[in-house]
């Protein structure tokens, strides 16, 4: 054989086994984008349905794969020293979100390309592969593996796999905007459909828009979980870190990685505990963007704590700067950590651990400045959220090509009234409240750990323990641990924001390892006071299985608990979504809306909730079913809404809306169902039925002689009649018309009890 034929030989070799490890992420990606495919889920379920689910099982590894070569990529082109996995994955994912965004600003997402860039990353780090450590394989380190392996296959299968029909956020402010930016591979707005609040919260999410390029939008759901794994992983370390293992002698030190384990589970299942014992982190949408900024917001906290090098001032930089640019107002938590890391630093005399910290400030900064920039010279404002404090600067000029103040002024009014007092008292002592809980359990835990070790060094002395030199731990570590989730949970429930709570879920996954943490301490304060106490044999034991007990608990408490009632079983055996117990909206109305209307653009004037999963949905075409606030009707909204009956309708024509959907039974109209081409009287002189079913009105244009009925008319002017009666008994004015006529918004007090009644018209 010719070494010719040989060097053939070799290659062919080579690229023939990375072929087959490609083999079923292609063959996945294709099941994944079969036409139909979302349309068969909801309806009819069956092997399409599991096919879908094992082509998610299949590919997601390969997109953790490749998030994590990516990060080893980007430490091998700047900092050349050793990582460990978890720097690797979330700068891998810093880098991808920032990479993404810059493809898509320059209009260049394109699937070809980002496959192509996948696939070289991918064949760059498989000429390397790193074994990982192996540690010492215990039975406690195999009973928490499995464990660790229950509750992320039940997460995996019940929040990642199942696609959100449940959130109305999901499918009308995340996913519709991912099918745009792979429909126009930009992150710019069409004219013809300028969901500006889907750019807003999602144009700087690159990760995201990379995938969601090549896959359908329910990848956010995966990329979320790889996120969650991420959590937990950071939790690990951070247990490693702030746990004095020393100082409880060699059988606590070789029972440190299944404790930390332990620990890591139990905060990803650890249910929120405050106003009411309600799901945590599990159990957060999975379609939206909260895990990924949540992950970040942990491990920022690892690296301000951990001894500082060059890798953790890499991490800082461009973690940051990912993060504020995504989401500008996240900066808000990374300033919190930057400053609990500088302050600490500073106080160790840890220069490089204080530049660490700075470097995790100014990239934040910087974040903000391009994430406030891009949107305002854009949009024409710099943020929506929150309003008052942007809209000051917004140019009305600019806006008015994606949408109308007018409208977002209604939101302050309709939306934003659920924000209770500033500072309320009920918050702060719901505060204290939890602060006392949590500082009574760790006390009982401490007192049980005490009482255990005691009787332990008595019956069962191992005089070879514990080290009788003094040693240093990281104590300063627990304070900023402490000191983060004090100050979320004191912001979280003082303030009373829905926004933000929703986003401060994630210290929830920190209140184990915070409460075990200062047990532990107590402990070692403990022993130093009792100099001549030695460690017992069984200790750590015990401590290893009331832990182990705890996580499986929890687990089957919480996660399980969804698990089994979101009846995911149901949906990976072939049940179809709109049959799962949690699932209310309607898909089947969408359905057939689009099958008696074919491409006819419907404007909704009521059953604004109700008809969510119409709005951007895949089951119709684009645009059909017109969004309330969303559109390019809303950017007429001062025309159609706020105009006169002949303004209303000649500017509705121009734009092609020729049908108008008024749901039965239903007074959650909103905005453009208050215009004045909706009255009473208009509604008999200018409108006509185009089908009436036992559900709703669908409204025409009257031609000729196709009057609507004084009874239909009438039937409809009730409803909208008492939806304003509804708004005026819950917040004291209709909001509707202090925006029309630039009222001061001033009432009575509120009770937004009272909009309950809405959907069903009480």
């Known amino acids: 054989m010719t070494s010719a034929e040989v060097r053939f030989r070799t290659i062919v070799e080579t690229w023939s086994w990375r072929a087959l490890i490609f083999a079923p992420a292609a063959l996945s990606i294709w099941c994944l984008n079969r036409d139909g495919t979302y349309r068969t889920l909801l309806f009819d379920g069956g092997w399409t349905t599991r096919f879908y689910v094992l082509a998610w099982i299949v590919l997601t590894p390969y997109l953790g794969w490749f998030i994590m070569a990516t990060g080893r990529l980007t430490f091998s082109l700047i900092r050349h020293e050793p990582t460990q996995r978890v720097d690797e994955f979330f700068v891998g994912a810093a880098t991808l979100i920032l990479t993404g965004f810059g493809l898509g600003a320059l209009s260049i997402l394109y699937p070809q390309i980002v496959l192509g860039f996948a696939i070289a990353v991918l064949l760059w780090d498989s000429r390397s592969f790193r074994k990982p450590q192996k540690p010492a394989v215990t039975l406690p380190l195999i009973a928490t593996s499995l464990l660790g392996l229950w509750l992320l296959a039940t997460v995996f299968l019940d929040r990642a796999i199942i696609p959100d029909v449940i959130s109305t956020d999901v499918q009308q402010l995340y996913a519709p905007y991912l099918a745009e930016v792979a429909r126009n591979h930009s992150i710019w707005l069409a004219a013809d459909n300028p969901i500006f609040s889907d750019f807003e919260i999602g144009h700087g999410n690159g990760l995201h828009l990379l995938l969601a390029t090549f896959l359908p939008p ?48 139990l905060g990803l299942a650890w249910p929120r505990t405050v106003p009411t014992v309600t799901p945590g982190l599990h159990i957060m949408e999975f379609g939206k963007y909260h895990l990924q900024t949540a992950a970040f917001f942990v491990y920022f906290l690892l690296v301000v704590i951990r001894s500082s090098q060059s890798r953790d001032r890499l991490a800082a930089g461009i973690c940051a700067f990912a993060v504020a640019a995504s989401y500008p107002l996240y900066a808000a938590f990374v300033f919190l950590i930057s400053a609990l890391g500088v302050l600490t630093k500073a106080l160790q005399r840890d220069l490089s651990g204080v530049m660490t910290g700075v470097l995790l400030g100014v990239g934040a900064i910087a974040g903000c400045i391009l994430a406030f920039s891009v949107n305002y010279l854009y949009l024409g404002i710099p943020a929506t959220n929150p309003y008052s404090l942007f809209r000051g600067a917004a140019s009305v000029e600019r806006f008015s090509q994606f949408g109308s103040l007018h409208i977002l002024d209604y939101f302050v009014l309709a939306q934003s009234l659920e924000v209770s007092d500033f500072l309320s008292k009920a918050g702060l002592f719901a505060f204290f409240k939890q602060v006392r809980s949590v500082l009574l359990v760790a006390i009982a835990l401490a007192a049980a750990t005490c009482t255990v070790a005691y009787i332990d060094s008595k019956l069962f002395p191992d005089r070879s323990g514990a080290s009788k030199s003094r040693m240093s731990f990281n104590a300063a570590g627990l304070l900023i641990i402490i000191a983060y989730v004090a100050s979320v949970r004191l912001l979280d429930m003082t303030l009373n924001i829905p926004s933000l709570i929703r986003l401060s879920v994630h210290v929830t996954a920190l209140f184990p390892l915070a409460t075990v943490a200062i047990a532990c301490w107590a402990l070692v304060v403990v022993r130093r006071l009792a100099s001549t106490w030695s460690p017992g044999r069984y200790a750590p034991h015990v401590a290893l299985l009331a832990l182990l007990i705890t996580c499986a608990w929890t687990t089957l408490s919480y996660p399980w608990q969804s698990f089994r009632d979101d009846g995911t079983l149901a949906f990976v055996t072939g049940r179809p979504l709109r049959q799962l117990p949690r699932v209310s909206l309607d898909w089947q109305r969408c359905d057939e809306l689009q099958q008696s209307t074919g491409s006819e653009r419907i404007l909704p004037l009521n059953g604004y909730r109700a008809l969510v999963p119409c709005y951007f949905s895949p089951l119709l075409t684009r645009g059909k079913v017109i969004h309330t606030y969303q559109s390019d009707v809303a950017r007429d909204f001062k025309k159609v809404a706020l105009g006169t009956a002949d303004t209303a309708q000649a500017t509705l024509r121009a734009l092609g809306v020729n049908l108008f959907y008024v749901q039965r039974e239903n007074c959650d109209f909103w905005l453009n169902g208050f215009s004045d081409l909706f009255q009473k009287e208009e509604l008999a002189r200018r409108f006509a039925v185009r089908a009436e079913t036992p559900h709703y009105w669908l409204l025409t244009w009257r031609a000729g002689d196709q009057p609507l009925t004084p009874e239909t008319a009438a039937a409809i002017s009730t409803l909208r009649t008492r939806s304003k009666d509804i708004y005026r008994m819950a917040y004291g004015v209709e909001p509707f018309e202090v925006v029309r006529h630039q009222l001061p918004p001033d009432g009575k007090p509120r009770d937004l009890a009272i909009l309950d009644q809405l959907s069903k018209c009480r």
């Open 218 to 265: 329910h990848v956010a759901q995966i990329i979320s979980f790889l996120y969650f794994v991420g959590i937990g992983a950071v939790i690990f370390e951070l247990a490693r870190l702030v746990l004095p293992f020393k100082a409880f002698g060699r059988r606590c030190e070789e029972a440190a990685i299944p404790i930390a384990l332990g620990l890591a589970i």
